[in-house]
């Protein structure tokens, strides 16, 4: 008897022990180095999902709840990482002073869902911060990423400028995008979702190349670009980023930063950008630049690290096409423009129930009002997202399940949503239940291996399933890395929401018959070795290899009739082979170095016959030297871009028009001069050698309405004294904007 009482006071006091550690913390400091504060060094608590980044002044703060004798995991790019112990009376950490160590250890989440610092990741994860947008200057996010190696903004419309993000070749709708974690752009804002995303609410963001849909489901294919938004208390009181162009644009970015109780704080941030000045340079009677004003608003609450709620409004009224179009000509057929109004709203956020399990949400509604010429199209689309996520540690493997939901309501007024019984557009509903498993097992220092499988229930096209695999293997110091990747996707297809062709233009719009899932499967082999020379200097290469296999591709067909666009499933087979390399050179002197280069094989094959997607690369080029004058406080940033040629949309045998685009570059310069603490100053040119599409791109411009065409009985278009060429009136021939050269200046300050 006494024995047992001896035990069951010592289990009362280990509890005891056990509550008093287990209290909650709001940790604070300050992380430096050689005496300067670190702006976006990354603070989580190891073996959990909680953390947080420093703002401009090096500062953090984090909330730690329930947890016994947590571990502060400090860490930033090029650094030495410490880990802090907390005990019950801390509350304040100081300065911490981190040592320059020649690694490079982001903290990402995109390839696994979890923390883990970049080096760790078996997925190969590109990661791009402030500095990244600070360097070319953008009113978009859509117009930043044409500097990242094997991502390609393509304009889909020379006229309304809307456009889609390509990775590695792939059409932007085989790309995922997500704000912090949760898919946010899709189907119908697809070639709208980039705009209006204040760019001051952005943390980084992460970029997955290869197949992901075994985390991420549909529309994962090709990859992932994850906008990773900034805690509240991690930002700056206010901040403003504010600039103008030789063309007249205005661009806006504010940030405010406010609390609503100690352990709630908010971040507003609001974007405004304006174009009002039409300009036609190239004297074929439309607009080069299309015309818009647009304002979005962006509300993101944090409570104590453990539920996060965002809210995001964007509208936008942009119009583009003949120079003397006016809004009372919208959907006539007298003066030929295309106008869009898009209103979107949206709802995201998460809610940690504790270290394992995580709830996360999101909601968003678009609506379209559009008219292309004479042809309007209204559409809607609702998706609403839920997913649990539960994660366990379990010796030396990493287990998380996860739990997902997804609900979609699309209409328009379109032959996509036309009901054949009732003889009217009616709107389509999907439901796509899912559950996914994903491991990572650590079998030693040096080698990872990853296993992933999703199931997915499409309401419409039934069961799906798509697994994956990635093994990583490095050496000791983590110098020498390799990564391998396989997995399968899926995607289902919305014509009329993801391909902009067909809504502009002359043409018809064809479906033959009932458009089944895109299917793929995809294999990855990266390798990167970093190289430490003297002084500290840091070179690291970075190369992969990629292959993507498709079935079911829908490709849009436009010659068998040059009066058509017709949309069918391929019965063949679409592989895309590439490789691409980036080299990183980090100096002492304030110089960086930046090169990447993409090689990319694109084909369809059907019926032995082999031919190349339109406006598909065969070679892609970025650079980026930054040169930092540190006594004087002045950057130098020099960017550009070199594309290959393109395969462009002609009309047909007789159009006189080049079937392929010429390579071009585009080439940016800028200077940047830091006042203070609070200020800086910016400016330079974009498009230094002024590059622009040809003239005629836009054929027939001068008869939007085809009034001059003669047609036979079929439909199809007679060459006529008038029009030798016997062409249509067509915007689709496009591959770059019409915006030449131009001067940019802006202002920078922040008041912490």
């Not at 180095?33 to 670190?38: A, D, H, Q, T, Y």
């Not at 990402?108 to 070319?136: H, M």
């Not at 294919?221 to 900034?230: D, F, M, S, W």
């Not at 956020?349 to 504790?354: R, V």
């Amino acid at each position: 008897m006494q024995n047992y009482f001896m035990r069951l006071n010592f289990i009362i006091v280990f509890i005891l022990i056990q509550m008093v550690n287990a209290q909650d913390f709001i940790i604070t400091g300050k992380v430096f180095s050689e005496g300067k504060p670190l702006q976006s060094a990354s603070v989580f608590v190891m073996d959990t999902n909680t953390g947080v980044t420093t703002n401009e002044e090096g500062q953090f703060s984090i909330y730690i709840s329930n947890i016994a004798n947590p571990r502060l995991v400090i860490s930033y790019l090029g650094y030495k990482s410490q880990i802090k112990n907390i005990r019950s009376e801390t509350t304040d950490l100081g300065i911490i002073e981190l040592e320059c160590d020649n690694k490079l250890e982001e903290v990402v989440v995109s390839g696994t869902l979890k923390p883990v610092t970049k080096l760790d990741s078996p997925v190969p994860i590109e990661v791009y911060g402030q500095n990244f947008f600070k360097a070319n200057p953008t009113a978009t996010v859509f117009e930043a990423l044409e500097n990242v190696n094997g991502i390609r903004p393509q304009l889909n419309c020379s006229i309304c400028s809307t456009g889609e993000i390509r990775i590695n070749g792939q059409e932007g709708s085989y790309t995922m995008v997500m704000i912090d974690g949760l898919p946010i752009v899709s189907g119908l804002s697809t070639v709208y979702g980039f705009s209006g995303i204040p760019q001051a609410m952005i943390e980084r963001i992460e970029i997955v190349k290869g197949p992901a849909s075994s985390l991420f489901g549909s529309e994962a294919v090709a990859g992932v670009i994850n906008l990773i938004t900034k805690l509240p208390e991690n930002s700056s009181k206010l901040s403003v980023d504010s600039f103008v162009s030789g063309w007249g644009e205005v661009n806006t970015d504010l940030a405010y930063k406010y609390s609503l109780s100690k352990k709630t704080t908010g971040l507003l941030g609001v974007n405004y950008f304006n174009y009002s000045y039409p300009i036609d340079k190239n004297e074929d009677g439309f607009t080069d630049l299309t015309i818009q004003n647009r304002i979005s608003i962006f509300n993101k609450f944090n409570h104590a690290n453990k539920f996060s709620f965002s809210t995001r409004f964007v509208y936008e009224d942009r119009w583009g096409g003949q120079m003397n179009w006016l809004p009372i000509h919208r959907g006539g057929d007298t003066v030929y423009g295309e106008s869009i109004y898009t209103s979107r709203f949206e709802l995201f956020g998460k809610y940690q129930f504790n270290k394992n399990l995580t709830f996360q949400f999101s909601f968003n509604d678009h609506n379209q009002n559009s008219a292309y010429g004479n042809t309007l199209f209204n559409a809607d689309q609702t998706i609403g997202f839920g997913q649990m996520i539960w994660n366990k540690n379990i010796a030396n493997n990493e287990l998380l399940l996860g739990l997902a939901y997804r609900y979609t309501r699309y209409d328009d007024d379109t032959t996509a949503t036309f009901n054949d019984l009732s003889f009217q557009n009616q709107a389509y509903i999907t439901h796509l239940p899912g559950i996914f498993i994903q491991n990572q097992t650590q079998i030693n220092a040096n080698n990872t291996l990853l296993l992933g499988f999703r199931y997915d229930r499409n309401s419409i096209h039934g069961n799906i399933f798509t697994p994956r695999i990635n093994y990583k293997i490095n050496n000791d110091d983590k110098s020498s890395t390799l990564r391998l990747s396989a997995g399968t996707g899926y995607r289902i297809t919305q014509v009329f929401t993801e391909q902009h062709a067909a809504l502009t233009g002359a043409r018809e719009v064809v479906l033959l018959d009932d458009l089944n899932p895109e299917r793929s499967w995809n294999a990855n082999l990266n390798f990167v070795q970093k190289f430490f020379l003297k002084k500290g200097a840091i070179i690291d290469f970075d190369f992969s290899l990629f292959t993507n296999h498709f079935s079911n591709k829908i490709i849009p067909d436009y010659y068998t009739d040059p009066n058509k666009i017709i949309y069918d499933n391929l019965d063949g087979r679409s592989i895309s082979n590439g490789l691409s390399l980036n080299a990183n050179l980090l100096a002492h002197g304030g110089l960086r170095v930046n090169l990447g280069a993409t090689y990319i094989d694109t084909y369809a094959e059907e019926n032995s016959i082999k031919t190349i997607p339109y406006l598909t690369e065969r070679f892609q080029g970025v650079w980026k030297v930054e040169k930092k004058w540190i006594t004087n406080d002045i950057i130098l940033d020099f960017t550009g871009t070199i594309t290959g040629a393109l395969k462009l949309p002609t009309l047909s045998n007789l159009d006189p028009r080049p079937s392929y685009s010429d390579p071009f570059s585009i080439l940016n310069i800028q200077l940047t001069k830091i006042w203070n603490n609070s200020v800086e100053s910016y400016g330079g040119i974009k498009n230094i050698l002024n590059f622009t599409p040809p003239r005629n791109s836009i054929a027939r411009s001068f008869d939007p309405f085809d009034r001059q065409v003669a047609f036979d009985s079929n439909g199809n278009a007679l060459p006529t004294p008038d029009n030798p060429y016997a062409l249509t009136f067509d915007p689709t021939y496009v591959y770059t904007s019409n915006q030449g050269i131009r001067f940019f200046f802006g202002l920078r300050w922040k008041y912490n």
